[in-house]
C-alpha cells in the first residue's frame, strides 16, 4: 500500500483536493473523472464526468447522495465499458452497490479507477439544498469536522448515521480523512497496482504517521457498530402484520425507492408488467375476498416482493428512503431484513467481485432440514 | 361475541391452504392419492407448477397476503428434480423468504417446503393431514383480516 498526502492549503480542503483531482485528470493517467460537483445554481452538488481539467471546481465533501453513483457507472459501463481509464469518485456504500452489480452483469470494472473517499455522511438532497444553517453545508461539516463535534449528525439520513462502513473498500485510490489533520492534509492511499501506478506520477508527499489512520477507522468503525446495534435493537418492535401495514400505510405503489436502488436493475421489473393489469371482473373478486380492499392495490406485496428479490444485495444507501415521496422511513425495515437475510447466507454485498450472489448457486448438502420437517 | 371474534374460533375453523405442487413429483403424489383412494383433508387448492424452482415467493406472498392460511410448496426429493437443480433453488428461496417473513414478524411459520415423490401418494396425503391440523392450531391467518395492503 502507497501512503501520501495532499497538502491542505490556506484551510481549503476541497480546494486542495481539487488540486489533487486537477493533476490526476492532466496526468493523463485517466481520460475522464466522475466526480460530485455543484450545478452552476450551487444549490446542489451531482456527480459529473468531467474531461477537461480547467472546468474541474469539484466537491467530494459534499454531504449529498443526489442519485446513486453506482447505477451511473453501470450505464456508461455495460454496453461498452471505456477503452482508456475513467475515474470514479465513490462512497462506500456506492462501491459496495458497483461490485454488486458487477456480480449481476451489469456493470464493468474494466478502465475503471474507483476513487474511494472516506464518507463522513451525507443529507438528504432537501436538506441539502434549502440547508438552514448560515455556512455551506460543506463548510457546515468540514467545521463540526475540525471542532470534532457532532452537529452535523442531526442532518444526516438515518442509513449514514447506521453505516455499516463509512471507509472505502475495493477501491484503487482512498483519498481519507479519517486518522488526518485535515486543516493541514488528506490521506492518499493506494489499494491496488493501478492506483499505486497512477499515484507515483503525483506530486504528494509521503505521509509520516499511517498509524493515526489506522487507529481512528478501528474507532470509527467501533462507534458505528455500536450504533447500528442500538438501532436494529430501536426497530425489533416493527413486527406483526398491525405495524407492517401500518408502516406501509402511505405507500402509494408509485416505485420510486425502486427506481432510485442501485441493485434493483431489472429493465421490466414485474411490478410494472401487465401481471397487474386485470378485468375489473378480477379486481371485484379480490375485494369480495374481504368485503373491500385498499388501492392502489398490492402496495405491500411490492415491498415484500422487492425485498425478496434484492435484499441480499442491499447496501444499506438509503436511496430508496430518500426517493419515498410520502416519507416512509424505509431502512427502519430495510436494515434489519438486510442484516437478518446477509447473516442466514453468510454473505457480505459488496466484498467481493467473484463471490456469487446467494439466490444463483446452492449446495446440495445446506440447509437440510429444510423440506424434510 | 363480536364478527370478529367469532371469526378467530378454531375449533369450527378450515384452513385455506393454496398448494403450489411440481408437476413431476408432488402434483403425482397427489393424484396417487386421489387414484388410490387415500383420504386428505380437502383445505388445500392445489396449483400445478412445472418444478418447485418456478415458484417464485411472489407467488406465496400474494397467496399470503390475499386471506390464505397457509400456503405450501411441494417439491421433487433432493437430486431428482427433473431440471437438476431447480428444488436446490427453492430451497435457497424458501431460507431467504422465511428469514424475511421472520424479521417482520409475518406467520412464517405458515408457509411449508416439503420433498414428496410421485409415488409417495400416502405421503402426500399425511403431509396434508399434518400440514391442515398445524394451520388450524395456528388459528386464521391474521394477514387475511387486513384489507389495507
Ligand atoms: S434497498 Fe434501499 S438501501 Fe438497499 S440498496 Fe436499494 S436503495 Fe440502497
Ligand atoms: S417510494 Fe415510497 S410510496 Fe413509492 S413505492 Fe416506494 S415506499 Fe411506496
Ligand atoms: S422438477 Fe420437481 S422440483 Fe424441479
Redesign the interface.
Known sequence: MTHKVIKVKDNDVVGSTNDFLRNLLSSGKIQALLVPQNTPSKKVAFPVLISDPKKLHADIVAPILPASTATIVSKMTKVQPPSKPIGVVMRSCQIRALIELVKLNQASLTNIVIIGVDCPGTFPTNTYTEFPEKKTPTQFLLEAWTKKSDEAEKYFRSACRVCKDPIPTNADIILGFYGADIEKEIIVEAHSEVGKNILKELPLEDEEEGKSREKAVKELREEKAKKRAVFLKEKEG????????EFF?KCVNCHNCRQACPICYCKEC?FDSSVFDAEAYKFLR?AE??????MPN????FQ??R???M??SCVECGLCEQACPNNIPLMD?FI??AE??QK??DYQPGKDTKEKI??IV???D??LE???? | MSEEKKDHKKEDFEPKIVGFLCNWCSYAGADLAGTSRIQYPPNVRIIRVMCSGSVD??YI??AL???ADGVFVG?CH??DCHYI?G???A???????E??L??????KERVW???ISASEGQKFADTMKEMAEAVRKLGPS????????
Open positions: 416493527l413486527k406483526g402484520i398491525d405495524k407492517v401495514s400505510d414485474l379480490r375476498i374481504k368485503g373491500l380492499f385498499k398490492d402496495a405491500l406485496l415484500l416482493g425485498m425478496n428479490h435484499i441480499l425495515v434489519p431484513a437478518n437475510a442466514e447466507f446467494p439466490m446452492y449446495r446440495e445446506e440447509f429444510v423440506g424434510e420437517k | 415467493s411472489m406472498l400474494r397476503l390475499e386471506g417439491g433432493p437430486g437443480d428444488n436446490y433453488k430451497r435457497r428461496r424458501m431460507v431467504l423468504l428469514n424475511i421472520g424479521t417482520l414478524g409475518l406467520e417446503l416439503r420433498w391474521p394477514i387475511a383480516k387486513h384489507w389495507n395492503l
